[in-house]
C-alpha cells in the first residue's frame, strides 16, 4: 500500500515567520495536532499542538530552558509576538508518496510522532496522519476478510439480510 494513495494531499500549513497564536488559530480551526512549516513549497519544519504548550507555559509551570536548536524565549513575550520558528522543529522525518503505508506506520510508532510530511522531488505534496494510516489499516483488513460471493466471511453460506417473516 502505497502513501501517495492514503495520505491528506490538502495540507494546512504555515510560514517560519508567522506567529505562534496564528499556528494555533489554524490548528484549532482545521482541528490538526501538527502543521508543515513551509517556504515556496519546501519544508522547512514542523510545528505541534505540544510545541505551543511548551513555547507558551502557564504563568505557575517553572521556567526552562529551550530546546535544542530552538531560540530562547522572553518570558513577557506574548503568543502574537513568537514567531513558528522559534519553537517548531527543524529538522523534520520524511517519507515520500511511494513508501510504504506500514514504513510510515512504523515511523510513527518508533519515533512517537502523530504524523509524517509527505515530499517528492525536494517539495511537500502530502501528510501522512494517524488516521490517514488507520484508514488503509481497515481497508486492508475489510477486503482480506471480505467473504468469496456466495459465502459469508466464516465460509458458510450468506444468509438473505433484511426483515423476515415467521409463522404466517
Do not use: C
Not at 19 to 42: D, K, T, Y
Not at 106 to 134: F, N
Not at 162 to 168: A, D, E, I
Amino acid at each position: 500500500m502505497e502513501i501517495g494513495h492514503w495520505m491528506t494531499r490538502r495540507v494546512h500549513s504555515v510560514k517560519p515567520l508567522d506567529s505562534i497564536s496564528h499556528a494555533r488559530e489554524i490548528m484549532e480551526r482545521h482541528r490538526v495536532n501538527q502543521l508543515p512549516v513551509v517556504v515556496n513549497g519546501e519544508l522547512v519544519g514542523v510545528i505541534t499542538d505540544r510545541d505551543l504548550r511548551d513555547a507558551y507555559p502557564s504563568v505557575f509551570a517553572p521556567s526552562r530552558p529551550p530546546k535544542r536548536g530552538r531560540k530562547e524565549i522572553p518570558p513577557s513575550t506574548g503568543p502574537n509576538d513568537i514567531t513558528v520558528d522559534a519553537v517548531m522543529t527543524p529538522h523534520v522525518l520524511t517519507l515520500s508518496s511511494k513508501d510504504s503505508v506500514e514504513a510510515g506506520a512504523r515511523l510513527m510508532r518508533t519515533e512517537r510522532i502523530g504524523s509524517v510530511p509527505i515530499v517528492d522531488d525536494g517539495r511537500l505534496v502530502g501528510i501522512l496522519t494517524r488516521s490517514d494510516v488507520m484508514e488503509a489499516f481497515m481497508a486492508m483488513s475489510e477486503a482480506v476478510n471480505a467473504p468469496v460471493s456466495g459465502e459469508s466471511a466464516r465460509g458458510a453460506p450468506e444468509r438473505e439480510s433484511g426483515p423476515q417473516r415467521r409463522g404466517t
